[in-house]
């Protein structure tokens, strides 16, 4: 491939001498073409076919080598052939001549490009996929672009080759038919600058601009067309209604009240929504307590006695809710309000566009009309349709921590439904806090989404703590037993179409969370709504001034994305009249707080071998680290996926201690187009962790290392040596 390209430059740099050497710019001049109009005329009346197909082909080349001499080569047609033939062939020649170049750019130069400049390139390649021809049209249609410099530009981005020819044939031949009637006048012209006078050159433009103004108006009249059926109020009692009080909710409403809108934020159930109630904040204070158990168990691997802790669990579960009342001032009522934020506790239900009714605890009901409505309404967990579930009982993720409170002791047989984050999370720190713990995956492996290596990885860790880990089992029914006045459960699992029975006490269904999309007034809208709320780009649901982000809207459930949404919500149905905001998932993190923790940003290597994404891997092992050696914590590793040959990171995974922690250079690094090269040349203090993120740049840089040079340095020293 490369000596085919090296061939191909070579020709075009030939041919460029060529055209150079025999004086091509002298002809392709006003006086050149006036000296040899007279021969060119008797040609044509000898044999006029053989002259156009002659002339067709020089115009073709001069396009496709990006030569000077275009504008000259029309006038020439005007005057040789006349206005019809004239502009037939400089039409139909300059847009192949623009098609070869096209192809040329794209060929020798698309992937260098695209992979030099990456995700930087991300919103033109995504602008060019849905509107590119509309933007062609208006370049070509404008003529104070360089012809030459849009062919070779619109090679390296996403047009369809027959798209770029389509537009161009069409796009140029406005410009072409005044060139070319220009050339049938040739005597009175004096430079090829005053055929288009600042008449033409705005009629031009503006037929040019008429493509995208046509759009937007297009666009404009689909969007009002959704409300043709409601009533639009006269005025508005506020700026922004928020439902919702989770993280989305939360940040959207603060944005407003920043930005002093009128903001009303309506909650039902608890401010802070599910991460602080039930999510993030309750399991992640369960697993520091279960993870200190484990460490005094373990004590004698840091020179102390090894003892068994004595769980008590309802002071477990105490701490779990006195760290939740220690956060919930952040989320709450009277923070919000001192922000400006009007809160109101109730169930808001979308009546029409424009107005929200609010149904407080005590029935009383009040609507309120606003210009934009942002619905973060959340996510519940999913519980499978499983038969005699209903029958056995269950808990949830949601539900465990308020019905587990009260027990001196963790259930003695857990099993947990589901092998994602959640239900990993779970059945761990539920082990290390004394249950039997057996976890059933219906997929091969647990951690689905992470590399098979990682997924071993966490699996023995958690069988380490005690885990029975049953992948490929898939869960059929709950069956319940009473023998001698004692009832038993069992959940009735098939592998390898075997059935068997595991007894337990409770069940934790943890098979993932579903979007809440009912019970607020999407229905009687006809708001569209599939696994998430359907939203465009910009979180617009079906009304452009009503918007849903968070779990509610997808395609992440994470509380950092939920923020993230946040703001363009906020900002786009606040100041969406002026600029709308297209939501960048191009950098989201996340991680997985089993321990040891497992942390991903961009690509893993399973993600880009099914996206069919070349890369390289780098990977530093941790238990090479010297603080993880001194912390007891020497396991796990850093993998960086690359661009082959380049520094430029695809993705991170993470797997040891603190690893969301440590994820978060690299995060950084990505969202600014940061390489491996600039990591290793931070500074990074010794002895921490985050020395990993510089030894796995290192290790690239390593493998990197310029052979030939490094050869010719020691021949270097060597000779310094005599």
Same mark, same amino acid.
């Given at each position: 491939? @490369?000596?085919?390209?090296?061939?191909?430059?070579?020709?075009?740099?030939?041919?460029?001498?060529?055209?150079?050497?025999?004086?091509?710019?002298?002809?392709?001049?006003?006086?050149?073409?006036?000296?040899? /109009?007279?021969?060119?005329?008797?040609?044509?009346?000898?044999?006029?076919?053989?002259?156009?197909?002659?002339?067709?082909?020089?115009?073709?080349?001069?396009?496709?080598?990006?030569?000077?001499?275009?504008?000259?080569?029309?006038?020439?047609?005007?005057?040789?052939?006349?206005?019809?033939?004239?502009?037939?062939?400089?039409?139909?020649?300059?847009?192949?001549?623009?098609?070869?170049?096209?192809?040329?750019?794209?060929?020798? /130069?698309?992937?260098?490009?695209?992979?030099?400049?990456?995700?930087?390139?991300?919103?033109?390649?995504?602008?060019?996929?849905?509107? !590119?021809?509309?933007?062609?049209?208006?370049?070509?249609?404008?003529?104070?672009?360089?012809?030459?410099?849009?062919?070779?530009?619109?090679?390296?981005?996403?047009?369809?080759?027959?798209?770029?020819?389509?537009?161009?044939?069409?796009?140029?031949?406005?410009?072409?038919?005044?060139?070319?009637?220009?050339?049938?006048?040739?005597?009175?012209?004096?430079?090829?600058?005053?055929?288009?006078?600042?008449?033409?050159?705005?009629?031009?433009?503006? /037929?040019?601009?008429?493509?995208?103004?046509?759009?937007?108006?297009?666009?404009?009249?689909?969007?009002?067309?959704?409300?043709?059926?409601?009533?639009?109020?006269?005025?508005?009692?506020?700026?922004?209604?928020?439902?919702?009080?989770?993280?989305?909710?939360?940040?959207?409403?603060?944005?407003?009240?920043?930005?002093?809108?009128?903001?009303?934020?309506?909650?039902?159930?608890?401010? !802070?929504?599910?991460?602080?109630?039930?999510?993030?904040?309750?399991?992640?204070?369960?697993?520091?307590?279960?993870?200190?158990?484990?460490?005094?168990?373990?004590?004698?691997?840091?020179?102390?006695?090894?003892?068994?802790?004595?769980?008590?669990?309802?002071?477990?579960?105490?701490?779990?809710?006195?760290?939740?009342?220690?956060?919930?001032?952040?989320?709450?009522?009277?923070?919000?309000?001192?922000?400006?934020?009007?809160?109101?506790?109730?169930? !808001?239900?979308?009546?029409?566009?424009?107005?929200?009714?609010?149904?407080?605890?005590?029935?009383?009901?009040?609507?309120?009309?606003?210009?934009?409505?942002?619905?973060?309404?959340?996510?519940?967990?999913?519980?499978?349709?499983?038969?005699?579930?209903?029958?056995?009982?269950?808990?949830?993720?949601?539900?465990?921590?308020?019905?587990?409170?009260?027990?001196?002791?963790?259930?003695?047989?857990?099993?947990?439904?589901?092998?994602?984050?959640?239900?990993?999370?779970?059945?761990?720190? #539920?082990?290390?806090?004394?249950?039997?713990?057996?976890?059933?995956?219906?997929?091969?492996?647990?951690?689905?989404?992470?590399?098979?290596?990682?997924?071993?990885?966490?699996?023995?860790?958690?069988?380490?703590?005690?885990?029975?880990?049953?992948?490929?089992?898939?869960?059929?029914?709950?069956?319940?037993?009473?023998?001698?006045?004692?009832?038993?459960?069992?959940?009735?699992?098939?592998?390898?179409?075997?059935?068997?029975?595991?007894?337990?006490?409770?069940?934790?269904?943890?098979?993932?969370?579903?979007?809440?999309?009912?019970?607020?007034?999407?229905?009687?809208?006809?708001?569209?709504?599939?696994?998430?709320?359907?939203?465009?780009?910009?979180?617009?649901?079906?009304?452009?001034?009503?918007?849903?982000?968070?779990?509610?809207?997808?395609?992440?459930?994470?509380?950092?994305?939920?923020?993230?949404?946040?703001?363009?919500?906020?900002?786009?149905?606040? #100041?969406?009249?002026?600029?709308?905001?297209?939501?960048?998932?191009?950098?989201?993190?996340?991680?997985?707080?089993? +321990?040891?923790?497992?942390?991903?940003?961009?690509?893993?290597?399973?993600?880009?071998?099914?996206?069919?994404?070349?890369?390289?891997?780098?990977?530093?092992?941790?238990?090479?680290?010297?603080?993880?050696? @001194? +912390?007891?914590? @020497?396991?796990?590793?850093?993998?960086?996926?690359?661009?082959?040959?380049?520094?430029?990171?695809?993705?991170?995974?993470?797997?040891?201690?603190?690893?969301?922690?440590?994820?978060?250079?690299?995060?950084?690094?990505?969202?600014?187009?940061?390489?491996?090269?600039?990591?290793? !040349?931070?500074?990074?203090?010794?002895?921490?962790?985050?020395?990993?993120?510089?030894? @796995?740049?290192?290790?690239?840089?390593?493998?990197?290392?310029?052979?030939?040079?490094?050869?010719?340095?020691?021949?270097?020293?060597?000779?310094?040596?005599?």
């Amino acid at each position: 491939m @490369a000596a085919k390209r090296l061939a191909l430059v070579a020709l075009f740099a030939a041919l460029i001498w060529a055209f150079f050497a025999v004086g091509g710019p002298e002809w392709l001049t006003l006086d050149g073409l006036r000296s040899g /109009l007279d021969q060119l005329a008797t040609w044509k009346d000898a044999s006029p076919i053989v002259l156009g197909l002659g002339f067709g082909a020089a115009y073709v080349l001069v396009a496709a080598l990006s030569l000077p001499g275009a504008a000259i080569l029309t006038l020439a047609s005007g005057a040789i052939f006349g206005l019809f033939w004239g502009t037939l062939i400089a039409s139909f020649a300059s847009t192949l001549g623009a098609t070869l170049a096209f192809w040329s750019a794209r060929y020798l /130069l698309r992937d260098w490009v695209q992979e030099r400049f990456g995700d930087r390139l991300k919103p033109i390649n995504d602008g060019i996929a849905r509107d !590119g021809a509309f933007y062609l049209f208006t370049l070509r249609l404008v003529p104070v672009f360089p012809f030459f410099l849009i062919n070779l530009l619109m090679g390296l981005v996403p047009i369809r080759s027959l798209t770029f020819y389509a537009v161009s044939q069409v796009g140029m031949l406005a410009g072409t038919l005044v060139y070319v009637n220009a050339g049938t006048q040739l005597a009175r012209i004096d430079s090829v600058s005053g055929i288009l006078s600042p008449g033409v050159t705005l009629s031009l433009a503006l /037929l040019g601009v008429f493509p995208l103004v046509a759009k937007w108006a297009l666009g404009y009249v689909q969007r009002r067309r959704v409300y043709a059926r409601w009533t639009r109020p006269r005025r508005y009692d506020r700026n922004l209604i928020v439902i919702g009080a989770g993280a989305a909710g939360l940040v959207t409403a603060y944005i407003g009240a920043a930005v002093k809108a009128k903001v009303t934020l309506v909650e039902a159930h608890k401010m !802070g929504g599910d991460c602080l109630n039930y999510g993030c904040v309750p399991s992640k204070a369960m697993i520091r307590s279960a993870k200190l158990a484990t460490q005094m168990r373990n004590a004698d691997h840091y020179g102390l006695s090894a003892t068994a802790p004595e769980v008590d669990f309802r002071q477990v579960m105490a701490r779990v809710h006195a760290v939740i009342r220690a956060i919930e001032p952040h989320d709450s009522v009277e923070r919000y309000e001192s922000l400006g934020v009007e809160v109101l506790q109730g169930y !808001g239900r979308v009546v029409d566009p424009w107005t929200v009714e609010i149904e407080t605890a005590d029935g009383s009901k009040q609507r309120l009309t606003t210009r934009s409505i942002v619905i973060a309404a959340g996510a519940q967990p999913f519980v499978p349709p499983l038969p005699g579930l209903d029958d056995v009982g269950y808990l949830t993720s949601d539900t465990l921590w308020d019905a587990l409170a009260q027990r001196k002791s963790a259930p003695a047989r857990l099993v947990v439904l589901g092998g994602g984050p959640i239900g990993c999370e779970l059945a761990q720190s #539920f082990a290390r806090l004394g249950s039997a713990v057996t976890q059933i995956e219906m997929a091969p492996r647990i951690l689905g989404r992470e590399d098979p290596e990682v997924s071993e990885l966490a699996r023995a860790s958690l069988a380490s703590d005690g885990v029975d880990v049953l992948t490929g089992h898939k869960a059929l029914r709950c069956e319940c037993e009473e023998h001698n006045g004692v009832v038993h459960k069992y959940l009735v699992v098939e592998h390898d179409g075997l059935e068997r029975r595991v007894e337990f006490d409770d069940l934790i269904c943890a098979v993932g969370r579903v979007a809440r999309l009912e019970g607020y007034g999407l229905e009687a809208l006809g708001i569209p709504t599939e696994r998430t709320v359907v939203t465009n780009e910009y979180l617009e649901t079906l009304y452009p001034n009503i918007y849903a982000a968070g779990d509610v809207a997808g395609p992440y459930q994470f509380t950092h994305t939920a923020a993230h949404q946040a703001w363009y919500a906020a900002v786009n149905a606040l #100041f969406g009249q002026f600029k709308r905001f297209k939501v960048d998932y191009s950098v989201i993190p996340w991680a997985t707080f089993v +321990d040891p923790e497992v942390a991903r940003v961009g690509l893993n290597e399973l993600e880009a071998t099914e996206k069919g994404i070349a890369y390289e891997v780098t990977r530093y092992g941790i238990d090479d680290l010297d603080r993880a050696i @001194a +912390d007891g914590a @020497a396991h796990g590793f850093v993998k960086v996926l690359t661009v082959p040959g380049k520094d430029r990171i695809l993705g991170v995974t993470i797997v040891g201690e603190h690893a969301a922690d440590l994820l978060a250079e690299f995060v950084l690094a990505m969202k600014h187009g940061l390489g491996l090269n600039k990591i290793l !040349g931070t500074i990074h203090t010794y002895p921490t962790l985050a020395e990993a993120n510089k030894y @796995a740049a290192g290790e690239w840089k390593r493998a990197h290392a310029p052979q030939q040079v490094l050869a010719w340095v020691q021949r270097y020293h060597d000779w310094r040596r005599t």
